[in-house]
């Protein structure tokens, strides 16, 4: 059980370029979930899906798009980066049912958006 | 929307310590979960609490639901190196989604 990963760890971009960030469960988990993570911020809901080809915003959706083509997996783009993009993405994803808010976190993805 | 306070910011203490920290809410919560997050991770599901007044150990580790549903508690008995790292409480009641505390630094002297 590898849990939650993200590809890829790190990342630099150029402002306006676009890139997709991946994250993968192998848990069965209904809901997935991607979060970034400022200094002084705490961990802010960009967006997340409560199954398959299901997704909705959550508080900071702006600038971000998402997929949840496959139960297993969340994707989250950016069209143009901007260099407020800069941050630590955190995927996760939890079960459903009385648990459903237990989150299980992957490892992060560092991005600069230079 | 909801608003959770975490105190402290931060904490220095000496290896053996107890370590004390809480989370309090501007309204109620129906689960309560506490998260440790060290440099360059994820955070990692330290315990998780569904019902008022439950009281939960994992290792060294003790955290409790208040009983008013607006707080909760989590204790770090005899503290040893490995327990640094920031530690994130996180609340949900209905169909809010989870909300964050904005962490507690804990660091240990030698």
């Known amino acids: 059980n590898a849990g939650v990963t993200q590809t890829p760890k790190f990342r630099v971009l150029k402002t306006g370029q676009s890139m997709t960030l991946l994250c993968a469960q192998d848990m069965n988990h209904e809901y997935m979930y991607w979060y970034r993570q400022d200094p002084g911020m705490g961990l802010r809901l960009i967006h997340y899906s409560v199954g398959e080809g299901t997704t909705a915003k959550g508080e900071v959706p702006d600038g971000y798009n998402v997929s949840r083509l496959k139960k297993q997996n969340f994707l989250l783009g950016l069209e143009s980066a901007a260099p407020s993009q800069t941050s630590v993405y955190f995927c996760?994803?939890?079960?459903?049912?009385?648990?459903?808010?237990?989150?299980?976190f992957g490892p992060g993805t560092r991005l600069t958006v230079l | 929307g909801q608003q959770l306070n975490q105190s402290p910011q931060s904490m220095f203490i000496q290896e053996g310590e107890d370590v004390s920290m809480n989370c309090t809410s501007s309204s109620i919560f129906n689960t309560w979960l506490w998260y440790k997050q060290e440099p360059g991770e994820g955070p990692v599901l330290l315990i998780a609490?569904?019902?008022?007044?439950e009281l939960t150990s994992n290792g060294r580790l003790t955290a409790q639901f208040g009983i008013t549903r607006k707080d909760s508690f989590l204790n770090i008995s005899a503290s040893i190196p490995s327990d640094v790292g920031i530690y994130f409480c996180a609340g949900h009641f209905g169909n809010e989604k989870l909300t964050f505390g904005t962490g507690t630094r804990l660091t240990i002297i030698p």
């Open positions: 609490l569904y019902k008022a007044g």
């Open positions: 996760a994803s939890s079960p459903p049912g009385p648990q459903r808010d237990t989150q299980y």
